[in-house]
């Protein structure tokens, strides 16, 4: 595999833009070596500046869910064109696709679009604490909820990869409020909540994606909604990645809870930069301009992006990929097992609906501490050989794959040839070290 080309523009970028990159895990620090910047993507397929092929499983971090240049979003996004790129009123689009969003989501009555994940976060943290009255808000460590000064504090994602504890710039005023436990343990949130009686809101991504996979217990998950339920303490699902992601809706409602307010991202906007967060008209009655929280935004709604929301939704709810989204999961984990097993390398793989993540350890996954435990020399050997060998994954142990549904019968087998020859390497490099 050849990377001259994104050598070259990595080298050049550096001039004016921080690091070559405009996000930190595009930099592929944790993995080594140098990032390949990309030229075109169409369906299941993604290629560098010069000219590698990779099957994609990065999907920009999970909006690309149809795969790059879905026929109809496409077509879709140049009939929108045609009509101007941004107005600074209202458009019908707006409407239609908070529609489509409320009705997937019970309990959603009403929806605010922003610009980005981070962007429903920090609003609805904002609502959270006008809503209460109260400031303190619980997260847990290894979730990753988009870079807001409050939340940057034990996170996965970039700040797990690049092992960072938080964040330079982040006054310890803007984290005092900020309470952090362990997630699928109900105790480190109980104690929080007898210790503290001004909780505005506890936040949890229902299926964290941001240090890997990691599904929470059934215990923990319904025990986490009933005890902030009884506490009158909002619970803030961050849908960021998982919304859309593993049914036409919210994984919360496939882990049998309601939240009270929900922000998305990424799927919604299928590839364009749209976030959300919505909640019952009691809760987001509260915001601007019905209400004294305030929030807003240049480009929010942008008809563009609705349009290319719009499209992605309505292809996602007519395909209903998600059974097959599962088999296709179920396949790849099945596969990275048998080669761990076949080649001797320890290996657990977490995976739910459409995002899956292999750890090498040989523990169980079910927080951040266990996640960090994991080898991370042997990630990065399986990085790389599966990048010679045509698979593009996130280039950190800290984040997810994503299925898309462009993903063929064929590529599958190309990514079961891929894994194998990157198991024997990490084998063998395992062998070396000892
Ligand atoms: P954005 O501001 O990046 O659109 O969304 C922030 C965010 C919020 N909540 C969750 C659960 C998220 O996963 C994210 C962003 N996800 C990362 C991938 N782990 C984005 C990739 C990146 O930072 O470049």
Known sequence: MHLEKSIELYTKGQKNLVGAVNSPVRAFKSVGGFPVFIDHAKGSKIF???????????????????????????RSIKKALKKGYSFGASTNKEIKLAKMVCDAFPGMDKVRFVNSG?????????????????NKIIKFSGCYHGHMDALLVAAGSGLATLSLPGSAGVPDEAVKNTLIAEYNNLDSVQKHIDENQDIAAVIIEPIAGNMGVIEPSQEFIQKLRSITQEKGILLIADEVMTGFRSKFGGAQELLGIQADITCLGKVIGGGFPVGAYGARNEIMEMVAPLGAMYQAGTLSGNPIAMAGGIATLKELKKQNPYKAFNKKADKIKNML????????????????????????????????????????????VFFWQMMEHGVFLPPSQFEAWFLSSALS??????????????????????????
Do not use: W
């Open 48 to 74: 560098d500046v010069d000219g590698n092929e990779y099957i994609d499983l990065v999907l920009s971090y999970g909006p690309m869910i149809l795969g790059h240049r879905h026929e109809k979003v496409e």
């Open 409 to 434: 019968k064929k590529d599958l087998k190309n990514i079961e040839i891929a894994i194998d020859i990157a198991m024997a390497k990490v084998s063998e490099k395992q062998i070396e070290k000892k």
């Open 337 to 380: 097992l048998s080669a761990a097993e076949k080649h001797g390398v320890a290996l657990q793989v977490n995976h739910f609906g459409s995002m899956i993540n292999p750890f090498f350890t040989d523990k169980t996954v079910t927080d951040f501490s266990s996640a960090q435990s994991c080898n991370t020399d042997s990630f990065k």
């Open 118 to 134: 981070t962007e429903a976060v920090l609003s609805a943290i904002r609502l959270a604490r006008a809503y209460t009255g109260f």
